[in-house]
């Protein structure tokens, strides 16, 4: 079974700080490993995966298989980035709904 | 030109009503999903549909009946509503082979009274 945990439910940290969320995933494969972001109000809509290797507004993540995780990270917070994180899996066996992780909401303060 | 858009965006009904959520997308993508999204934020597959024909069908009650007419449509049925089905639903799409980028309607806010 393949399971997603976001074990922070709130991470609240002041503008121009370091920002990690963290995500854990079991899955018995090679796994796609996604961000999915919700800002207020509006859609949820991918921030970034695993496989562009890219940095979507100052965000990076880096999977690590040996322990089987896709943190999210930023060095220098901005209020803007306040939003609910949401960190998704999807497996390679014919199965393409996104396994979601329960969510954390990062608030960044002035 | 939406992506992915959903009706309506806010229902307000009672138990034991009957309602239907409708989505449309226009991405020409060939699969399209179904999530509900709790009082608490967490959002579950419940359903997903590859080229009208339904692939995935988690553990709902039997009281939602999703129905895809063609590929760009996905709409979602549900019987003799409960408080408990009260959540964000949203429909999203992707293609099903490529890139398996997922993208998502506004969501469809049903509470039931």
């Known amino acids: 079974a393949q399971r997603v945990t976001q074990p922070e439910k709130l991470l609240s940290v002041f503008k121009g700080a370091p920002v990690e969320l963290k995500c854990n995933y079991s899955?018995?494969?090679?796994?796609?490993l996604f961000w999915y972001v919700q800002y207020s109000r509006q859609r949820l809509q991918l921030l970034l995966r695993?496989?562009s290797r890219e940095s979507i507004k100052g965000f990076t993540a880096d999977l690590n298989k040996g322990e089987t995780s896709f943190h999210l990270k930023k060095p220098f917070a901005q209020e803007e980035d306040s939003a609910m994180y949401y960190c998704?899996?999807?497996?390679?066996?014919?199965?393409?709904?996104?396994?979601f992780g329960s969510g954390t909401r990062l608030q960044v303060q002035p | 030109d939406t992506a992915v858009s959903q009706t309506p965006k806010y229902l307000v009904t009672q138990m034991g009503n009957d309602k239907s959520i409708k989505c449309e997308q226009n991405?020409?993508?060939?699969?399209m999903y179904w999530y509900k999204q709790d009082s608490k934020k967490f959002l579950k597959i419940m359903f997903s549909?590859?080229?009208?024909?339904?692939?995935i069908n988690e553990t709902v009650p039997n009281r939602f009946s999703p129905k895809s007419p063609d590929k760009a449509h996905l709409n979602l049925h549900i019987n003799s509503l409960e408080l408990g089905d009260s959540a964000v639903y949203f429909c999203?799409?992707?293609?099903?082979?490529?890139?398996?980028?997922?993208?998502f309607g506004p969501g469809t806010r049903l509470t039931v009274t």
């Open positions: 999203a799409s992707s293609l099903s082979s490529g890139s398996y980028e997922q993208y």
């Open positions: 899955y018995s494969g090679s796994p796609e």
């Open positions: 695993h496989i």
């Open positions: 998704a899996l999807s497996g390679h066996t014919g199965r393409r709904a996104l396994t």
């Open positions: 991405l020409g993508h060939d699969t």
């Open positions: 549909y590859n080229n009208k024909e339904l692939i």
